[in-house]
């Protein structure tokens, strides 16, 4: 279990391994097609790559047509405002990182969490990956072992509902869920 683990985190990050991932039966690479969870208490929405997507999704409206003027008139108050507060230092002073993305990132741009329990929170991390950046393969890793049958089966029938695409990697055997299509694999990587 832990090598097959190490070998899907380690394809996540951008290196070679052996596990393949397909679509329509031509592989494609697991770091831009699958998400591997891990951490499900406390479960964190705000992960990095998801939050650069919203940045960048917000930079494109803010240079869109409906903003463009407005941003351009921002921009340039804040460069106005930086110069009249430097005008009495004894050096000039030139703007080389103010930009739309760099504004947006020195805010500080996060999710809102207030989320009752960390499955909601899950089900909107994946309904917002599969909006703004695209559908993927989430691969959980004993995730049954954190939420009871009940939860489980919830969380089951709304990621049925969103047509979410997850495989669940489980080191026990538990209850089986509505649903679920389970593949049992021995030591010997053999379909039992």
Same mark, same amino acid.
């Given at each position: 279990?832990?090598?097959? &683990?190490? @070998? %899907? *985190?380690?394809?996540?990050?951008?290196?070679?391994?052996?596990?393949? #991932?397909?679509? =329509?039966?031509?592989?494609?690479?697991?770091?831009?097609?699958?998400?591997?969870?891990?951490?499900?208490?406390?479960?964190?929405?705000?992960?990095?790559?998801?939050?650069?997507?919203?940045?960048?999704?917000?930079?494109?409206?803010?240079?869109?047509?409906?903003?463009?003027?407005?941003?351009?008139?921002?921009?340039?108050?804040?460069?106005?405002? &930086?110069? @009249? %507060? *430097?005008?009495?230092?004894?050096?000039?002073?030139?703007?080389?990182? #103010?930009?739309? =993305?760099?504004?947006?990132?020195?805010?500080?741009?996060?999710?809102?969490?207030?989320?009752?329990?960390?499955?909601?929170?899950?089900?909107?991390?994946?309904?917002?990956?599969?909006?703004?950046?695209?559908?993927?393969?989430?691969?959980?890793?004993?995730?049954?072992?954190?939420?009871?049958?009940?939860?489980?089966?919830?969380?089951?029938?709304?990621?049925?509902?969103?047509?979410?695409?997850?495989?669940?990697?489980?080191?026990?055997?538990?209850?089986?869920?509505?649903?679920?299509?389970?593949?049992?694999?021995?030591?010997?990587?053999?379909?039992?």
């Amino acid at each position: 279990m832990r090598e097959l &683990v190490e @070998d %899907i *985190a380690n394809q996540a990050a951008g290196s070679n391994g052996e596990c393949a #991932l397909s679509i =329509s039966n031509k592989p494609c690479p697991i770091n831009k097609n699958a998400e591997l969870l891990t951490d499900f208490a406390p479960f964190d929405i705000n992960k990095k790559s998801l939050i650069s997507t919203i940045i960048s999704k917000l930079e494109t409206q803010a240079m869109g047509d409906d903003h463009f003027s407005e941003t351009s008139a921002l921009l340039c108050k804040i460069e106005n405002y &930086v110069d @009249d %507060i *430097a005008f009495d230092l004894d050096c000039e002073i030139k703007f080389t990182k #103010l930009t739309v =993305s760099s504004l947006l990132k020195a805010c500080g741009l996060s999710i809102k969490d207030d989320y009752n329990n960390s499955l909601e929170k899950l089900i909107d991390y994946m309904d917002m990956v599969s909006r703004f950046e695209k559908e993927k393969l989430f691969i959980t890793v004993n995730i049954r072992s954190f939420f009871t049958d009940k939860e489980m089966n919830d969380f089951a029938e709304t990621a049925v509902s969103h047509k979410f695409k997850i495989l669940m990697l489980e080191s026990v055997e538990r209850a089986k869920l509505p649903d679920e299509k389970r593949l049992l694999i021995d030591d010997d990587m053999c379909i039992i």
